[in-house]
């Protein structure tokens, strides 16, 4: 019989190896469809495979990951109909964000966002692409914090997954600091512009016009792929 104590450290190791999954998801080294080889993760971090496939089953159960009993876990890959209601929920949660935060706001909020945009002007190299994922998504983590609101703040967390996922299928919008930059400076101006009304509309007509964008150029991709073919 497994003690308590060991129950709550396979607990516990279970939950760092979903923080290390769902990292990996976040940053993009971890792809839709990629598939996840239990055995190979315990090696990885020197465990068993027990507390891997638990942290699989939470990883599942946050939607980051399907199952297939002739295939296994791997990342999933969102269709247009979940973009679009992935992307359509963000931009109420964000533009919600939005508004608390006009009503909120300091100098030194506007400033740490600020940063952050001027940390995308400019950024190229070999790591262009990574970078400014990376950016953007701090940015929008920075906004829905600012807002200060716990059960926003949770509610953003359970799609912050999926977002990075999708991002990570679009790496098209992330290759011109200069123009990802400008974007957000929009979204600065209308926190700063005074009306938490219209800064909610704002943010929302800017993350909707995003998401009908990016699921066009699934669409368009998915049109390309020929017919039947199979999926590595």
């Known amino acids: 019989m497994t003690s308590r104590g060991g129950e709550v450290s396979r607990r516990t190791l279970a939950r760092q190896i979903y923080e290390i999954l769902l ?3 976040r940053e993009g080294s971890l792809r839709p469809g990629q598939r996840l080889v239990e055995a190979e ?3 990885a971090v020197g ?9 699989i089953g939470m990883l599942q159960r946050g939607g980051l990951v399907r199952t297939d ?3 296994g876990a791997s990342i999933v890959e969102l269709d247009e109909r979940e973009i679009a209601e992935v992307y359509s929920l963000r931009s109420i949660l964000e533009g919600y964000a939005a508004s608390l935060v006009t009503q ?4 030194d909020d506007i400033a740490q966002l600020q940063v952050i945009v001027d940390g995308m002007r400019g950024t190229t190299g070999p790591q262009t692409v990574a970078r400014l994922r990376e950016l953007d998504a701090k940015f929008h ?7 200060d609101d716990e059960q926003l703040l949770q509610a953003w967390e359970r799609l912050r997954g999926r977002i990075a996922l999708y991002h990570t299928t679009v790496e098209a919008a992330f290759r011109d600091g200069d123009e990802l930059a400008a974007m957000h400076e929009r979204l600065i101006d209308a926190l700063t512009d005074g009306d938490p009304v219209r800064a909610e509309q704002r ?5 909707i016009a995003n998401g009908r964008e990016w ?4 669409r368009e991709r998915t049109a390309r792929e020929p017919a039947g073919a199979a999926r590595k």
Request: glycine share 6%.
């Open 47 to 55: 465990t068993s495979r027990g507390p891997v496939r638990e942290a």
């Open 69 to 71: 009993p002739f295939v």
């Open 104 to 107: 909120r706001r300091t100098a």
């Open 203 to 207: 943010v929302r007509a800017q993350l």
């Open 141 to 147: 983590a920075t906004l829905v914090r600012l807002a």
């Open 41 to 43: 993760i315990a090696a």
């Open 23 to 25: 990292g990996q998801i």
């Open 215 to 218: 699921t066009a150029r699934v």
